[in-house]
Structure formats: C-alpha cells, structure tokens
C-alpha cells in the first residue's frame, strides 16, 4: 500500500520512518519543514487542494496523520490555528482519503479527557471532557473525521516521548545531569508513550486495512466500511506520576545525583488545567488488532539506552 505521513518530522513521524524500513509498504513522508537530510514532501495539511493532489498523484491508500498543534499552553491564545490545525486539517485528510475507499489513522489525545474526575482508566467510549483549546480543538478533530464518513482508526495517546525532538524524558535526562535540584508535579498521573511502541502499533493498523483491502478489492470497499473504524488508545502499560517518570529516567540515565522532589501542579502556574488522571484503557486495541503493549519503563529503558548510544 502507499502510505503518506503527515508531520514525519515530529516524534512520531520519525518512528515511522524506523518502522517503514522493515514493512512491504510504499511510505512517503511529508511536513511543512525539511529538516537535516531526512527525505521530506512538502504539504500543508490546512490546504485542502494540496492534500487532495498528493493522494491523487501518489495514489496514496493510508494516511498517517501525525501532525498536530501541540503547545498546550499557547493554543489558550490561538485557538483558530490549534482549530484549523487539530480539526479542519484533520477533516481534508479525511475527505481526501475517503475519495480513493482507503483508511486515514489519526493521532489524538489523552487530552480529550480531564474535567471529570475519575481514577478507572479512560475508555473509548467515555465522553470527551476537555479542559483546554487544545484538548477541545483534537476532540473536535475527532469528530470531524467520523462525521466525514472515510474509513478510519483514531489512536488517542499520551505522554507521547522518544529518541527526537523535545520531551519530558530527553529533558529530564539534560537537567538531571546539570541540576542538583528539581521539583516535578506528583498530582498528574497517566502512562508515558515511547513513540516507536506507538509507530508498531500504528503498522500493526496498516498491516490489517491491507489484508482487508487485498481480500476484498477497492471495489467492495467503496460499498462496505473497514470494519474496525474507530476510536482506540494507545499508550505503555503500568501507571505512574510525572515526579515517578522523573524519577526512573534519571536512575536508567545513571543521574541520580539530582535531588528530584514531588511538588503539587499549582506550584506550576498554567493558563489550562492538565488532566489530574488520564489513564488510557487500551484492551479494545489489543483486542482488535493483536497489538501488544510493553510496560512502560521496559521501554523507556530502551529510549534512554538508544539516546546515550547516539552521544557517544
């Protein structure tokens, strides 16, 4: 199948680029930055016209979208781009890939949830109760997408971290190592995602559109749905606090020299008020498509190796 990436020079982007290495796919990744001498398509999700024209010229059959605007605190000032970002570029994939029968996985978020509170992990069919612009603008992603009718897999994740880019963890490893002090929230509490986990489990989605569309042609699927449309979640299993995180990444990066203390999160001001609990449930995942999910400090012990590897 022809799979096209969207913000393939994010996190998760660059995972995908690992996982497309090893799969009988035909990938072709896309963002609105070149970066270093990764090989990038240019596309802007928000131009409906553009879209259109890849998946056409490419004859693309899967779109993995894996961009988003994800800076919770300014979209609380610039809720049209997080909206034409999160929402409306999210339903031009949808519209787009939904003219050639083929299946758009769409990355969400934990985010979608907190103003309720609860301590049971989140289901997929529990209502989305977002207590910001960038929670509310992914829900609304969400909903556009099922609205347009395209066969589709909405993978919600959370404390999304990996060997690129910005994170928690890579920067937990750089202030560990230079700070004798730090203080991190022990109020919030959720499961860290190592984004090459999520990139299998996003292959895994792929692999099972294919072995559906080769079984019943293009044909059919214009008359049948996928199956398995949907919202599922995804992150590592287990669950613990941002100040547990901490913790653990400074013990597998050999830091442990730096003081980390627990604090409350309004010791943090915030212009919005973060999830005090999103757990993800993720059986239905499991379930449906075989995923298995590793614990999560296995993986963020793989993570931290890797990063150390990539130094030396």
């Known amino acids: 199948m022809n799979v096209l990436v969207t913000g393939a020079n994010g996190q998760l982007g660059n995972e995908m680029r690992i996982v497309a290495k090893g799969s009988c796919h035909n990938f072709i990744f896309t963002d609105v930055n070149a970066v270093g001498d990764k090989e990038t398509c240019y596309l802007d999700i928000t131009d409906y016209d553009a879209v259109c024209r890849i998946v056409t010229e490419q004859s693309v059959d899967v779109i993995v979208n894996c961009a988003a605007y994800t800076n919770v605190d300014a979209a609380e000032n610039n809720y049209d781009l997080a909206e034409r970002l999160n929402a409306v570029a999210p339903e031009n994939l949808a519209k787009a890939i939904m003219a050639r029968n083929g299946l758009l996985v769409h990355i969400s978020t934990d985010y979608v949830f907190g103003k309720e509170p609860y301590n049971v992990p989140c289901t997929e069919e529990q209502k989305g109760t977002p207590t910001g612009v960038y929670g509310l603008t992914k829900l609304h992603g969400e909903q556009r997408i099922a609205q347009t009718g395209c066969n589709h897999a909405i993978i919600r994740t959370a404390w999304l971290y990996s ?15 230079t700070k004798p002090s730090l ?127 990539s130094v030396k």
């Open 183 to 309: 203080k991190v929230v022990f109020d919030q509490v959720g499961t860290p995602t190592y984004a090459l986990d999520l990139a299998k489990a996003v292959l895994a989605v792929i692999d099972d559109f294919s072995n559906f569309a080769s079984e019943y042609g293009y044909e059919a699927n214009a008359r049948a749905n996928y199956p398995k449309n949907g919202i599922y979640h995804y992150s590592n299993e287990g669950v613990c606090s941002w100040y547990d995180f901490a913790k653990s990444i400074a013990q597998y990066n050999g830091t442990t020299e730096c003081n980390i203390e627990p604090c409350h999160s309004d010791e943090f001001p915030s212009p919005v008020k973060r999830p005090n609990y999103s757990v993800l449930d993720k059986t239905k995942i499991k379930e449906v498509f075989g995923v298995e999910v590793p614990y999560w400090t296995d993986s963020l012990k793989i993570c931290i190796s890797n990063l150390k590897a």
């Open 163 to 177: 060997e690129f880019g910005k994170n928690f963890c890579r920067t937990m490893m750089s202030l560990t190592s």
